[in-house]
């Protein structure tokens, strides 16, 4: 007769042996199967290499797990199994440069009605430029360019709607895709704290508060051009610490 999980669980945590290991794995293979359905498979990439993704993700949710919460293993894990394809399908992405189609046709529009207004103005041009030839409200503005800086990134979101894989994936129904975008953002914020205050503030309150340039110049007590300049700091270094993680 096989040990039960609670019994193999107590052997583990007394004998620590690579065999009673293996045999915890195995049980609980079916939440690796359930990770690897929901992702759709790229390109370049087979079903079964996300697979071995996943089961190294388990391992190690194994070997770091405390315990004393072993009855709350299984939420633990599929953390543990879902972070682990992230991981390595965001390393295919960065080697591939993956990207969305329709968020690189925003971003690639957006860059190319900057240039227009700066050449036929022989100056910079300002976001509320910008704005207006997209038909843009500030907030809107503002998360279109968080986006940019999040597929800059390496968002993970292309492995979900990249017209190379699979399936296209509905983002206002599939609560997985929602879960990654968040986890790309919460990485994004974990970034902020290497900036400099201010930028810290402009970046935080512009892009996450959705507050205007105005508002933030005032509360800094400062002019909305070096609003506009600690902006600009605090965006380059963000997709440089991005593109290096």
Same mark, same amino acid.
């Given at each position: 007769?096989?040990?039960?999980?609670?019994?193999?669980?107590?052997?583990? &945590?007394?004998?620590?042996?690579?065999?009673?290991?293996?045999?915890?794995?195995?049980? *609980?293979?079916?939440?690796?199967?359930?990770? &690897?359905?929901?992702?759709?498979?790229? $390109?370049?990439? /087979?079903?079964?290499?996300? *697979?071995?993704?996943? $089961?190294?993700?388990?391992?190690?949710? $194994?070997?770091?797990?405390?315990?004393?919460?072993?009855?709350?293993? /299984? =939420? *633990? =894990? %599929?953390?543990?199994?879902?972070?682990?394809?992230?991981?390595?399908?965001?390393? *295919? +992405?960065?080697?591939?440069?993956? $990207? %969305?189609?329709?968020?690189?046709?925003?971003?690639?529009?957006?860059?190319?009605?900057?240039?227009?207004?700066? !050449?036929?103005?022989?100056?910079?041009?300002?976001?509320?430029?910008?704005?207006d030839y997209?038909?843009?409200?500030?907030?809107?503005? %503002?998360?279109?360019?968080?986006?940019?800086?999040? @597929?800059?990134?390496?968002?993970?979101? =292309?492995?979900?709607?990249?017209?190379?894989?699979?399936?296209?994936?509905?983002?206002?129904?599939? +609560?997985?895709?929602?879960?990654?975008?968040?986890?790309?953002?919460?990485?994004?914020?974990?970034?902020?704290?290497?900036l400099k205050?201010?930028?810290?503030?402009?970046?935080?309150?512009? @892009?996450?508060?959705?507050?205007?340039? %105005?508002? !933030?110049?005032?509360?800094?007590?400062?002019?909305? =051009?070096? !609003?506009?300049?600690?902006?600009h700091d605090?965006?380059?270094?963000?997709?440089?610490?991005?593109?290096? /993680?």
């Amino acid at each position: 007769m096989n040990p039960s999980r609670n019994e193999l669980w107590n052997l583990y &945590t007394q004998e620590k042996s690579q065999k009673i290991r293996n045999q915890i794995v195995e049980s *609980y293979l079916n939440l690796v199967k359930q990770e &690897t359905q929901k992702i759709k498979v790229p $390109v370049g990439i /087979e079903k079964q290499d996300i *697979y071995q993704f996943g $089961v190294l993700g388990l391992i190690k949710a $194994v070997d770091n797990c405390d315990p004393d919460k072993v009855e709350k293993f /299984e =939420a *633990y =894990a %599929s953390i543990r199994i879902r972070g682990e394809i992230v991981d390595h399908l965001r390393q *295919y +992405a960065k080697h591939s440069q993956g $990207v %969305s189609r329709s968020t690189l046709e925003r971003i690639k529009k957006m860059e190319r009605i900057k240039n227009e207004i700066e !050449i036929a103005k022989n100056d910079k041009v300002n976001e509320k430029e910008i704005m207006d030839y997209l038909n843009l409200n500030e907030k809107e503005f %503002s998360k279109l360019q968080l986006k940019t800086l999040i @597929y800059n990134g390496m968002s993970i979101d =292309a492995f979900y709607e990249n017209p190379n894989f699979e399936k296209k994936v509905d983002k206002t129904e599939d +609560a997985e895709v929602q879960m990654l975008e968040d986890e790309k953002k919460k990485e994004v914020r974990f970034y902020l704290d290497k900036l400099k205050y201010k930028e810290k503030y402009v970046i935080d309150n512009y @892009y996450f508060q959705h507050k205007n340039i %105005s508002v !933030i110049a005032n509360e800094l007590g400062v002019s909305e =051009a070096r !609003i506009s300049q600690l902006h600009h700091d605090g965006i380059n270094k963000l997709r440089l610490l991005l593109n290096n /993680e």
